[in-house]
């Protein structure tokens, strides 16, 4: 019990994450090598629209570009995230052990994760990754809002150029 408390009050005391513009945002994301950039900047076209209302919390690390699409301003409300890698992307589920895949098309063995590659952005107009999203949003706790305005956060910058 003393532990928890500790965690919470802890965690009230963190300073808020810092809000990305979108310029801000895309200068991020242009400092990965060209091809990962625009393969990036077009997974997150197709992304965006299926998280109306989402928060976007970026991770700037020096391996990869995270990106988690959450239904409020905390890690533990995430959906979707894509982990931009230096030749792929992975679409991950964070409910991905409960979701119906008829397709065998989620990877992964964890307790809880799974994920897809994504090297072309088509991939995730599928009908089946369309339904595997679609899944994913209706765990979403609390939901989405659709009406709220998108918002991006910069939760982690370990990057160095």
């Known amino acids: 019990m003393a532990k928890v408390r500790l965690r919470r009050e802890a ?10 513009t979108s310029a801000q945002l895309t200068s991020i994301i242009d400092a990965r090598p060209p091809a990962m950039a625009k393969l990036t900047k077009a997974v997150l076209a197709k992304l965006r629209p299926r998280f109306p209302g989402a928060v976007e919390m970026v991770y700037d690390k020096k391996n990869a570009l995270v990106i988690g699409f959450c239904s409020a301003e905390r890690v533990s409300n995430v959906i979707n995230s894509i982990a931009v890698y230096s030749k792929w992307i ?13 397709e065998g098309l989620l990877q992964g063995t964890g307790s809880m994760v799974r994920s897809i590659r994504v090297t072309d952005a088509a991939e995730l107009d599928r009908p089946a990754v369309k339904a595997l999203m679609a899944e994913a949003r209706k765990c979403a706790e609390p939901p989405l809002d659709p009406k709220a305005k998108r918002k991006v956060l910069l939760k982690q910058a370990t990057r160095r150029s």
């Not at 965690?11 to 990305?20: D, I």
């Open 11 to 20: 965690s009230a005391r963190q300073a808020p994450a810092p809000t990305l």
């Open 90 to 102: 992975n679409l991950y589920f964070f409910e991905g052990d409960t979701l119906p895949d008829p």
